[in-house]
């Protein structure tokens, strides 16, 4: 694992090292808040999963002449190339997909931030969370966060249930603020009155790194042992 020097109070003060990204989003929409954080955060790495980033979905909405869903996913495309060129690792596809492609690649992340709107008759598997889950310690760096937002407590609470099962540690947060929403959808709900809940999954650092001093100088120059 690349050695990750602590700066200030904790890892990722400065740039990202190699082989890491600092946070994966998954199901950004219009990636408004990414467009500021890149530019105030020009050193760090991201990456940005959205299966709606693809052309196809444009050019079935302009084939099925609904204009209004055309501009938005024209909308899309022209924000995912600005990223782009700013560094941003963007990806049409799905999370088991960048999941793969991580493993493949040997590369970790810190934090995977997942929006997930629930209409009726969602397939919760559709965001890939088995795998997710499951391949947990190969993506995620010790300590690593998946945070996970939807307006259906129901689904969280099996989500929270799979993940356990996983053997990574759960905690319910607090219902997101208004001031905190992220996405167009998010700031709609809020707006109306609808709670937003969330769920914090951590790949514990006791269950990543098997040697008790690494543990306690982790993250340090050298790296710590991450068990296989």
């Known amino acids: 694992m690349p050695g990750l020097k602590r700066r200030g109070k904790g890892p990722f003060r ?16 219009l990636p408004t808040g990414f467009l500021k954080k890149t530019r105030e955060n020009s050193q760090r790495k991201y990456a940005i999963v959205e299966p709606l980033y693809g052309k196809k ?17 024209k909308t899309l495309l022209k924000r995912s190339k600005v990223l782009g060129k700013r560094g941003v690792i963007v990806r049409a596809e799905k999370i088991q997909d960048f999941i793969k492609r991580m493993v493949r690649e040997g590369i970790r992340t810190r934090y995977v931030n997942i929006d997930m709107p629930a209409p009726a008759g969602i397939i919760i ?25 939807c307006e259906n407590d129901f689904l969280l609470g099996i989500l929270k249930n799979r993940a356990q099962k996983e053997g990574l540690k759960v905690r319910w947060l607090k219902k997101l603020h208004p001031k905190a929403a992220r996405t167009k959808y998010q700031k709609q709900l809020t707006a109306e009155g609808h709670p937003i809940f969330r769920l914090e999954i951590t790949y514990g650092l006791k269950k990543a790194v098997s040697n008790k001093g690494e543990r306690r100088n982790w993250p340090n120059e050298k790296g710590a042992t991450v068990k296989k």
């Open 14 to 29: 400065g740039a990202t090292p190699k082989g890491i990204i600092q946070t994966v989003d998954v199901g950004t929409g």
């Open 57 to 73: 979905f444009f050019i079935r909405a302009m084939l099925a002449r609904d204009p209004h869903r055309a501009t938005f996913l």
């Open 125 to 149: 598997d559709s965001y890939g969370f088995r795998e997710l889950f499951k391949k947990a310690p190969e993506v995620l760096l010790p300590n690593g966060k998946i945070f996970i937002s």
